[in-house]
C-alpha cells in the first residue's frame, strides 16, 4: 500500500452554519492496480493526524476494512482503492462493479452549491449556475439569523425564477424554534429539501418537525453503519450518502440500495474531495441510480487538484466515465513517480 500526503486550497472558503472550509487535505492511497483517496473533515470524519495513524497501521487492507468502522476516511480510501482495483481487473466501469445496471449508469445529475453569502452574492451565484445549466441549486443557510436567511433565499427564487429546484442545508445551525421559523418562512419559496436542519444528534427534533418542506438528514448519518442508518429511515424523506463520512462507496451502495427499496430517497455528495473520491461518489450514485440532484458538482470549489477530472460537469450533469475501474488518470497510472 502506497499513501501520499496532498493539501488543496479551495478558491474561495465555502461559508456553512458549521464553520468555513477552506482546504481539503488527505491522503491518495494506491493497492497494487487501484487508487483511494482519504480526504477527513473534521466534525465529519476522523482528524487528519487519526486518519494518518489508522493508514499507516494498516498491513492486510482486505482485513483492514471490519477494523476502520471509527475511521470512516481512512475506510474510504482502502474500500475505494480495491474497488477501483478489482473492477479494472474485470474491465467494468466502477458503477458497474459496485452493483450497478450498464444501461441505467450513463450520467447523474448533480446540484450546484452556493455557500453562504449576502444576499446579492447568493442571488448571483445562483443565477449563473441556473444559467450554465443547473437545474438545482443548494444554497447553505443557518450561518446568519433566520430573517437573513429568509432574505438570501426570496433573493435566490427571484434571481432564477420559478422553475429551478431550490434546497436549502443549514448543516445543524439552527434550534427547534428557529427551524420551524425557518420552515414556516420558507415554503412561499417552493423549497424543495431542507438538508440538516438541527444538529446531527438530534434525532428527536428532527422526527417532529413539520414536514411541509421535504427533510433530509446528513450530518445525523456521519460516522453511522448502514445497519444504523436504515434505524432512522422513518426520520426524513431523503438521505444524504457521503461516501467519505460513512466509510466508502460500499457502504454508501449498501445502505442507498437498502433505504431506496424501503421508499426513502437518496442522494450522494462529496465533502469536497478531490478527483479520486468526488469520481468514486460519482460511480456510487450511478449504482445506485439514483435521479435526484445529487452533491457532486464539487470540483470547481478546488484551487487545485490531484490529476485531471475524467467526469467533469457540464450543464448539471456529469457523465460517468465508461473505462475500467474509476476511470481517473493520475500519476498512479502509467509509469508515474512511484508506479
Ligand atoms: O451537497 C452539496 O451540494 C455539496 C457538498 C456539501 O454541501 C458539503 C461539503 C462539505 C461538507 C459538508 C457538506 C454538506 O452537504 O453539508
Ligand atoms: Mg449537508
Request: glycine content about 12%.
Amino acid at each position: 500500500m502506497n499513501c501520499e500526503e496532498f493539501s488543496l486550497p479551495l478558491k474561495t472558503p465555502l461559508s456553512t452554519a458549521g464553520g468555513d472550509i477552506r482546504e481539503r487535505r488527505g491522503f491518495a492511497v494506491r493497492i497494487g492496480g487501484g487508487v483511494g483517496e482519504a480526504t477527513p473533515l473534521p466534525g465529519w470524519t476522523e482528524s487528519v493526524e487519526e486518519c494518518r495513524e489508522a493508514l499507516s497501521g494498516i498491513e492486510d487492507p482486505d482485513a483492514a476494512l471490519a477494523t476502520l468502522d471509527d475511521r470512516p476516511a481512512a475506510r474510504h480510501a482502502v474500500s475505494l482503492a480495491l474497488a477501483d482495483g478489482a473492477a479494472r481487473e474485470r474491465a467494468v466501469p466502477l458503477s458497474r462493479h459496485l452493483g450497478g445496471d450498464e444501461d441505467l449508469t450513463g450520467t447523474v445529475a448533480v446540484n450546484a452549491t452556493v455557500g453562504d453569502g449576502s444576499p446579492e452574492g447568493s442571488a448571483a451565484a445562483a443565477r449563473e449556475a441556473v444559467e450554465s445549466g443547473f437545474r438545482t441549486v443548494k444554497c447553505k443557510v443557518g450561518a446568519r439569523s433566520v430573517e437573513s436567511d429568509l432574505k438570501r433565499i426570496r433573493a435566490v427564487r427571484e434571481a432564477v425564477g420559478p422553475g429551478p429546484a431550490i434546497r436549502v442545508d443549514a448543516n445543524g445551525g439552527w434550534s427547534r424554534e428557529e427551524a420551524e421559523h425557518a420552515l414556516d418562512g420558507l415554503a412561499e419559496f417552493d423549497i424543495a429539501l431542507v438538508e440538516q436542519p438541527l444538529s446531527a444528534d438530534d434525532i428527536a427534533g428532527h422526527r417532529e418537525l413539520p414536514r411541509r418542506i421535504p427533510l433530509a438528514l446528513d450530518e445525523s448519518l456521519a460516522g453511522h453503519t448502514p445497519d444504523e442508518i436504515e434505524g432512522v429511515a422513518d426520520v426524513a424523506d431523503v438521505f444524504v450518502l457521503k461516501p467519505m463520512a460513512l466509510g466508502g462507496v460500499d457502504r454508501v451502495v449498501e445502505v442507498g440500495s437498502r433505504l431506496r427499496a424501503e421508499g426513502v430517497g437518496v442522494v450522494v455528495t462529496t465533502t469536497i474531495d478531490a478527483v479520486i473520491a468526488r469520481t468514486g461518489a460519482i460511480h456510487a450514485a450511478a449504482a445506485l441510480g439514483i435521479e435526484r440532484a445529487c452533491g457532486l458538482a464539487t470540483a470547481d470549489l478546488l484551487a487545485a487538484d490531484l490529476a485531471p477530472d475524467p467526469a467533469p460537469v457540464r450543464a448539471g450533469t456529469v457523465a460517468v466515465p465508461r473505462g475500467p475501474g474509476l476511470g481517473t488518470d493520475g500519476p498512479w497510472t502509467g509509469g508515474g513517480a512511484d508506479a
